[in-house]
């Protein structure tokens, strides 16, 4: 029964018992008194009804007052509660409407439910198109194991920060990022909030720093490299006049010969593989291997400088990191190159590599000119350089590189006797 309706009808009922009871009471009432005085019966016969009118009146008024009042006061407290409810979700519609970032709202099942404006402006979309949609669908397919592992985490309930790439209905690659958070109801987790930033046009001023750097490193390594095959040529020259003089073939030359060759190969190699435009892309790679192929390009340089260069490896395992390559060489030839542009003429480059169970670390130790603390604080400023021809893009990037692959650098140095570079990268699970 409507509530309304419950009231109404107990009030009658209690309207019924009570004149039925009144009935009862004033007729037994009414004889006792006939018994005893027929005056008082008179009056008491002639004033029952009006007794009971001006009783049944008073219990009304008292009910229905109470009852309003009640019901009023409710009324006014619901009323102030939607004001409230309204203005927080004005709020909330502010935040997300008005949000410079992309912001959108996914149910548990990563199926979205709202975008605001400037995520629409992001992806290319309106609301309509995406609701409903999976989430991954915008997301490009390389991310999707990443993407669904930090999604499943916000809905255990712990917040992530990370970098998306998606494509737009454009096509084109778009970086964003990205702060993922639970929407939590009554206790319970009901999907996630995403907020999005478009860092796409700031990546490529990076990518385009550190494509540049890389070839001018590769510029400035060219001579030494070039010098690096004309040794190895030299004796080839030699062999094949020696050949052509005799016309005899000597196992033992001809072995020489192949090394030799292997040798120039091996460096060409190197140099083409740095030199290559590609995309970034992180894999599994082990650390040792990365840093053959860097002293491979790097010892030319050290030669020439009279530079000795010393690789030790500390660590029991093969250290393996999740990076991209290219890059990881592009850090390590920066700091080596720094090493030996300290040395004045002759000295000695220490590299130890060791782990300690949770990132892989590479010491890069010179005994060159060393650094004043007034330098140390500005090491990886962009174009931040004492030397002549320096570009100072040198350790801006080796900073960028290192920070992308979720690492760090440290600088020791001490004027006139050297300095040292820690470089540590998470090893890969
Ligand atoms: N191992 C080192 N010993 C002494 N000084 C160093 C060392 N590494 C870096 N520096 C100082 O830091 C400065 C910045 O280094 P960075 O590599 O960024 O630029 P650069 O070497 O000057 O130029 P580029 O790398 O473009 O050739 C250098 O000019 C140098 O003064
Ligand atoms: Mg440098």
């Not at 419950?6 to 009935?23: D, E, N, P, Q, S």
Request: net charge neutral; charged share 25%.
């Amino acid at each position: 029964m409507e509530p309304s309706r419950k009231i109404a009808f107990r009030i009658a009922i209690i309207y019924l018992i009570i004149g039925v009871l009144w009935i009862f009471a004033t007729d037994y009432a009414s004889l006792l008194i006939a018994k005893q005085d027929l005056k008082l019966y008179n009056f008491f016969q002639h004033y029952k009804g009006w007794i009971f009118i001006l009783a049944t009146s008073a219990g009304l008024y008292l009910l229905v007052y109470s009852r309003t009042k009640r019901i009023l006061h409710s009324k006014e407290k619901l009323e102030q509660k939607e004001k409230e409810l309204e203005r927080s979700n004005e709020h909330y519609r502010s935040l997300f409407h008005h949000n410079p970032d992309g912001v959108f709202e996914a149910d548990s099942q990563g199926k979205l439910m709202a975008l605001n404006p400037e995520g629409e402006l992001i992806i290319g979309y309106k609301e309509s198109y995406i609701k409903g949609r999976d989430a991954l669908e915008f997301v490009i397919p390389s991310e999707w194991e990443m993407a669904s592992a930090l999604f499943r985490k916000v809905i255990a309930g712990h917040p992530q920060k990370f970098e998306l790439t998606v494509r737009n209905r454009l096509k084109q690659k778009r970086i964003l990022r990205c702060s993922l958070l639970p929407i939590v109801v009554d206790g319970e987790i009901q999907g996630v909030f995403g907020i999005g930033r478009d860092i796409t046009e700031f990546k490529a001023n990076e990518e385009l720093m550190i494509t540049t750097e890389k070839m001018s490193i590769i510029g400035e390594l060219a001579a030494s490299v070039a010098h690096e095959i004309r040794n190895p040529l030299t004796s080839l020259k030699g062999f094949v006049q020696l050949m052509s003089s005799t016309r005899k073939l000597d196992d033992q030359h001809l072995d020489i010969m192949m090394s030799e060759i292997d040798r120039i190969n091996l460096i060409s190699g190197e140099m083409l593989a740095l030199g290559k435009r590609q995309d970034v892309v992180f894999r599994k790679e082990d650390l040792l291997s990365i840093m053959s192929h860097v002293m491979v390009l790097i010892e030319g340089e050290a030669n020439m400088k009279n530079v000795m260069i010393q690789l030790e490896d500390e660590s029991m395992d093969m250290m393996h990191i999740y990076c991209d390559q290219n890059q990881l060489k592009q850090v390590f030839l920066n700091l080596l190159k720094n090493a030996i542009e300290a040395i004045d003429d002759s000295g000695l480059i220490k590299i130890k590599l060791s782990s300690n169970g949770a990132a892989a670390m590479v010491r890069i130790e010179d005994d060159g000119a060393g650094m004043e603390e007034e330098r140390l604080a500005k090491l990886g400023e962009p174009f931040y350089s004492t030397k002549e021809k320096g570009t100072g893009l040198g350790l801006a990037v080796c900073f960028s590189i290192v920070k992308r692959h979720k690492g760090s650098i440290r600088f020791a140095s001490t004027v006139g006797k050297g300095t040292t570079v820690e470089v540590e990268v998470p090893l890969a699970k």
